[in-house]
């Protein structure tokens, strides 16, 4: 029988008002949709939730049975992570065959390595996959897939599909697929932006935690030794870094800094010690701070500083070693009743003597590897005696490595320069590191960043008789 339409004159417009109405109603459904999609996105905190509601809008959209969601993982690994289907009658048959080609997939790369001439190498993932459920799909109902992309790399397809023979995949249907499947992607991408700044949020709190640490390991501030004035200061080129200075008492075992001091502590042998770990970060913080205890422990042993150097590589050879990393380290102890200077040398950057009675400078140096390089290394002693206003510069190579804007080092000949002026020119041990940073700090140029970690003590002898020690 034949469709009745209106007769009349008024006939073709009212036709023409019933098909405007009717997609009007099409239009505000496809848009009541797409609406809570939308809402969907700026609510939902859990992915999941969201993935949930994809197969099931991009069906109600194109007016599809159906639709399923394949994600790609790492490895050539494919998940079906939601699948929707209206028709119940076909649920089972659809989810069984979107299963078996996920298994196809997933194992098709063992099977290429078992027997490469039967199971050739995948060149084209997402192509490979598109192939594999068009093969098991087209005969059982009609399917249209559209990629998830993310930065332009797909991770995914949407597929739908529908068993109704006369269904036709129009462009306006394909369009609402493809905008269904970018609200995905943007919902994938929010949330890896999410866990990525979730990371890098603990990493943060991590790095704030161990630069805490550090900066409560290294002194606090430089103590009083009789017949030295002493400055230091370390600048790290990250939060945590791998340069290291100390000053250790020799009667380390009775010393209580948080209770009262020993009346007698000035007067004791000090041990004057700095040393960088090579690289930086956190890795080269935990060895800087595993150096500083084993090392506080050996001075106990009251050993000369070549034999202290000996033992603190044999003991810290397998932790180096495993780690690929090593330290260097300029050991040096002072006494003050006899105003020597003992010392040896763990492959670091030389301390600077300058004489003022001779207005020179001369490199306080001894042979040694690295700590952490060979198990049974030897390391030498050497030793000077103090006179009047001499003062000693110990530094690390971020210092002497520091690069200015037109790629230029400050080198050793500047520090050498910078030194001899600052000891000619200034009186205090404070004044002569400051005016060092100063000029570094000059040569790297404003809002020019260093790379190296950076530390400085300057240790300058005058003796006073403001320390009276009951010897």
Request: net charge neutral.
């Amino acid at each position: 029988m034949s469709p009745k339409y209106p007769s009349g004159n008024n006939a073709p417009i009212l036709a023409l008002k019933e098909l405007v109405a009717s997609l009007q109603r099409e239009q505000n459904k496809i848009q009541n949709l797409l609406s809570s999609l939308s809402f969907a996105l700026r609510s939902f905190n859990n992915l999941n939730q969201f993935l949930e509601l994809t197969p099931l809008m991009v069906a109600r959209v194109t007016d599809a049975d159906g639709g399923a969601l394949i994600l790609y993982n790492a490895d050539h690994q494919i998940t079906l992570e939601q699948i929707y289907c209206q028709n119940s009658q076909f649920r089972e048959q659809i989810n069984h065959s979107f299963q078996v080609v996920v298994k196809d997939i997933n194992s098709y790369p063992k099977k290429h390595k078992k027997n490469p001439h039967i199971f050739p190498h995948i060149d084209c993932f997402s192509t490979f996959v598109q192939n594999k459920f068009k093969e098991q799909l087209s005969p059982l109902f009609k399917v249209f897939s559209t990629p998830i992309l993310i930065k332009n790399i797909e991770k995914g397809r949407l597929y739908i599909f529908s068993h109704d023979s006369e269904f036709l995949w129009t462009q306006t249907r394909k369009k609402l697929a493809q905008l269904v499947a970018d609200q995905t992607a943007v919902a994938i991408a929010n949330h890896e932006l999410t866990v990525e700044l979730r990371s890098k949020e603990r990493q943060d709190r991590e790095l704030e935690i161990a630069s805490e640490i550090q900066l409560r390991l290294l002194p606090r501030k430089c103590p009083t030794i009789k017949g030295l004035e002493v400055a230091a200061k370390c600048e790290t080129a990250n939060r945590v870094g791998g340069d290291y200075y100390d000053f250790i008492p020799m009667n380390y075992d009775q010393w209580d800094e948080s209770t009262a001091q020993i009346p007698n502590a000035p007067c004791e042998p000090w041990s004057i010690v700095i040393g960088d770990v090579m690289g930086k970060g956190v890795p080269a913080g935990l060895i800087m701070t595993m150096t500083r205890g084993m090392l506080r422990a050996e001075v106990l042993n009251r050993h000369s500083p070549a034999r202290v150097l000996q033992h603190l590589n044999r003991v810290m050879y397998a932790d180096l070693e495993n780690s690929h990393r090593f330290v260097t380290l300029f050991y040096s102890e002072y006494n003050p009743q006899t105003h020597i200077l003992r010392y040896a040398n763990a492959a670091h950057n030389p301390p600077l003597l300058w004489r003022e009675k001779t207005k020179k400078i001369t490199r306080l140096d001894t042979e040694g590897m690295l700590i952490g390089l060979e198990s049974h290394s030897k390391y030498e002693n050497s030793s000077i005696k103090l006179q009047l206003n001499d003062t000693i510069l110990y530094y690390t190579d971020g210092l002497t490595d520091a690069v200015n804007q037109n790629n230029q080092r400050f080198d050793e000949d500047n520090l050498h320069l910078c030194f001899d002026y600052a000891c000619q020119h200034y009186t205090k041990a404070e004044e002569i590191l400051n005016y060092i940073f100063r000029e570094i700090k000059q040569f790297i140029g404003f809002g020019h960043h260093n790379n190296d970690d950076m530390t400085l003590i300057v240790v300058k002898f005058n003796p006073n008789d403001s320390i009276v020690c009951a010897y």
